[in-house]
């Protein structure tokens, strides 16, 4: 089972970014994804996650009304549609992938992810 999540890059304030989680080993449809971030000298803040069966998606408010989450199940991928990106938003951004169900309450603990791809960078200057 593997994680992959890729699409990061170096962008101005205002500009967007679309970051993929794509998986080998497991179909993503049957689990909650969930975008991670981790900046220099922080630590690891939850994003977004989107549920199994895309029945639900939740978003930090830090980035609500910025960032999309979405699914492609022929692909087999997940995807955060990051727009109006700010200074702040620079991380390395991981997906994970968990087999319970979770809302909005639950999706921000890491420890119920059960799988974690490698995070991609996402530098954004001002």
């Known amino acids: 089972v593997q994680l992959q999540a890729s699409g990061g890059g170096l962008v101005q304030a205002g500009e967007s970014l679309r970051l993929a989680c794509a998986a080998s080993?497991?179909?993503?449809?049957?689990?909650?994804i969930g975008w991670f971030r981790q900046a220099p000298g922080k630590g690891r803040e939850w994003v977004s996650c989107i549920s199994s069966g895309d029945i639900s998606s939740y978003y930090a408010d830090s980035v609500k009304g910025r960032f999309t989450i979405s699914r492609d199940n022929a692909k087999n991928a997940v995807y955060l549609q990051m727009n109006s990106l700010k200074p702040e938003d620079t991380a390395v951004y991981y997906c994970?992938?968990?087999?319970?169900?979770?809302?909005?309450?639950?999706?921000?603990?890491?420890?119920?992810?059960?799988?974690w791809g490698q995070g991609t960078q996402v530098t954004v200057s001002s």
């Open positions: 080993g497991l179909t993503l449809n049957y689990y909650t």
């Open positions: 994970a992938g968990s087999e319970r169900f979770l809302i909005a309450s639950t999706a921000v603990t890491p420890l119920l992810y059960d799988y």
